[in-house]
């Protein structure tokens, strides 16, 4: 098998073997990077000399016999992630000159276990899309299929994973810019439980709804990397105390007693046929690995986006309120007074996602409007949140299909931003209750991949890992590369 193909298990037991050297591993990932990404735009920076000299260290360590699963094994991080003395930009001009000062905890943890940095991805500016059009950067190609997107906001990193320039890459999930770009880039991503994984130092969006995450080829090789990235930190006050199980001690256990439920609302119009016969095929062979496959409803599962796209925007212009350019950032040049600064800076720095997204959280926000917008959306989030619970009452997993349709053209939406937001509409519940979800490949409509979401209960990743892990042992769609 070439080394590209290879899961960060086989590239384990090969650095354990010391059939291969993490210094070469990662010197062929970077000539992948240099030759494919000039056409699929999935990095903004590539770290070569850094990314070396970890390699070098990892070999060090591989030699002492103190490595660690994942010892040299590349990554690539989404540019939203804070990486000490290497640029974080988050796909904006406003911080396209911003040099992170200190790591966010997922990279410090990455380094402790010796894990190699390659580069940062391209991402939407601010992780605010469903396409990864809206980077300073310019958009990703989807590697299947250069005139469409990847998938948004983490397009960069499931591009990156699904055209093997990297092996494993990093994520965040706030209305399903894991799950979605892994659904159409044919690849696993999940997004761990709200809380599971610490946000300190990933610059925030929507501070009650982001989520970090891995990509990877596998159910397994993303279960691996969430042994390193969960856990609890007191630098969060948002991430929990919760004790982290070893995540693959359960991948082998056998379906047989596992309760499926997949939503009749899941199934209404909205979801093109095509794709709801490779979902209908997944839960079938779900099914014959022993699962009892049940109906079930989620009956406010139609008010998710509007209520969601009233709690993000005005969670988006809280947070984004810091960029000013006062202390760091992009700085308007020869402004006239302080109010010149403040709205040139944020006139040129912004995108029209974000200025979109920023007017209509701040209207939600505003005197007069609180009660009957954002106050009346958190009602609905509750709503949202109390029919999975009581879904759970019944089954073990709910299943369904991660969008609408496979990736879709680039330009295609972009002047229809209602279009664009109903691309979520699988996902974003998940989010507004704070569960698990997860995508795997599940097969392809012409030729375009698409992905099977599985969410579980608070806390309970280890059963979506479990089900992933079983449907890959059954399938090679996973193994199928652009």
Same mark, same amino acid.
């Given at each position: 098998?070439?080394?590209?193909?290879?899961?960060?298990?086989?590239?384990?037991? *090969?650095?354990?073997?010391?059939?291969?050297?993490?210094?070469?591993?990662?010197?062929?990932?970077?000539?992948?990077?240099?030759?494919?990404?000039?056409?699929?735009?999935?990095?903004?920076?590539?770290?070569?000399?850094?990314?070396?000299?970890?390699?070098?260290?990892?070999?060090?360590?591989?030699?002492?016999?103190?490595?660690? #699963?994942?010892?040299?094994?590349?990554?690539?991080?989404?540019?939203?992630?804070?990486?000490?003395?290497?640029?974080?930009?988050?796909?904006?001009?406003?911080?396209?000159?911003?040099?992170?000062?200190?790591?966010?905890?997922?990279?410090?943890?990455?380094?402790?276990?010796?894990? /190699?940095?390659?580069?940062?991805?391209?991402? *939407?500016?601010?992780?605010?899309?469903?396409?990864?059009?809206?980077?300073?950067?310019?958009?990703?190609?989807n590697p299947w299929d250069h005139t469409r997107i990847p998938g948004g906001s983490s397009g960069g990193s499931a591009a990156a994973v699904a055209a093997r320039l990297v092996p494993a890459a990093t994520g965040t999930d706030t209305g399903g810019s894991i799950r979605q770009p892994a659904s159409m880039c044919n690849i696993t991503g999940i997004k761990p439980t709200y809380g599971r994984v610490s946000r300190y130092g990933m610059i925030a969006f929507a501070s009650s709804l982001d989520q970090g995450g891995p990509f990877a080829q596998t159910a397994e090789d993303a279960a691996l990397l969430l042994?390193?990235?969960?856990?609890?930190?007191?630098?969060?006050?948002?991430?929990?105390?919760?004790? /982290? #199980?070893? +995540?693959?001690?359960?991948?082998?256990?056998?379906?047989?007693?596992?309760?499926?439920?997949?939503?009749?609302?899941?199934?209404?119009?909205?979801?093109?046929?095509? /794709?709801?016969? /490779? &979902?209908?095929?997944? &839960?079938?062979?779900?099914?014959?690995?022993?699962?009892?496959?049940?109906?079930?409803?989620?009956?406010?599962?139609?008010?998710?986006?509007?209520?969601?796209?009233? &709690?993000? #925007?005005?969670?988006?212009?809280?947070?984004?309120?810091?960029?000013?350019?006062?202390?760091?950032? +992009?700085?308007?040049?020869?402004?006239?007074?302080?109010? *010149?600064? +403040?709205?040139?800076?944020?006139?040129?720095?912004?995108?029209?996602?974000?200025?979109?997204r920023i007017i209509v959280g701040t209207y939600a926000l505003s005197s007069g409007y609180y009660d009957a917008y954002y106050l009346k959306a958190q009602k609905i989030r509750r709503l949202i949140s109390n029919d999975y619970q009581t879904a759970f009452k019944s089954v073990d997993l709910i299943v369904g299909p991660t969008a609408p349709s496979p990736a879709f053209k680039l330009g295609e939406k972009v002047d229809d931003p209602v279009s664009m937001y109903l691309s979520d509409i699988y996902t974003i519940g998940v989010n507004l209750a704070g569960l698990p979800g997860m995508t795997i490949p599940a097969g392809f409509v012409k030729s375009l991949p698409i992905g099977l979401q599985l969410i579980a209960n608070y806390f309970d990743e280890s059963r979506l890992f479990n089900a992933a892990h079983q449907f890959q042992q059954a399938t090679d769609w996973h193994k199928k590369t652009p």
């Open positions: 098998m070439s080394l590209e193909n290879k899961t960060l298990v086989e590239l384990s037991k *090969d650095l354990t073997a010391k059939k291969v050297s993490s210094v070469e591993v990662t010197q062929f990932y970077l000539d992948r990077i240099a030759q494919h990404n000039p056409a699929l735009n999935a990095f903004i920076t590539v770290c070569n000399e850094s990314a070396l000299a970890e390699a070098k260290e990892a070999d060090k360590k591989i030699a002492s016999g103190h490595a660690g #699963p994942l010892t040299g094994i590349p990554y690539a991080h989404k540019d939203i992630f804070c990486t000490d003395g290497i640029k974080t930009s988050c796909g904006s001009k406003m911080l396209d000159n911003f040099i992170a000062p200190y790591d966010a905890t997922v990279t410090t943890k990455f380094k402790e276990a010796g894990m /190699v940095m390659i580069g940062k991805t391209n991402m *939407d500016e601010f992780a605010m899309g469903s396409s990864n059009e809206n980077s300073f950067y310019g958009p990703v190609k042994n390193i990235m969960a856990g609890h930190d007191e630098k969060d006050s948002t991430s929990v105390i919760h004790d /982290v #199980p070893d +995540y693959t001690a359960e991948l082998n256990k056998p379906l047989t007693g596992l309760t499926i439920g997949f939503a009749k609302e899941h199934f209404a119009s909205g979801l093109e046929n095509d /794709v709801a016969v /490779v &979902i209908q095929e997944a &839960i079938a062979e779900l099914q014959k690995l022993g699962a009892t496959i049940k109906e079930i409803s989620l009956p406010n599962t139609h008010l998710a986006v509007p209520a969601y796209y009233v &709690i993000a #925007p005005a969670e988006c212009s809280s947070n984004l309120a810091r960029y000013d350019g006062v202390r760091y950032g +992009y700085r308007c040049e020869n402004p006239k007074n302080l109010d *010149d600064l +403040y709205c040139r800076t944020r006139g040129e720095g912004f995108g029209l996602e974000i200025k979109r």
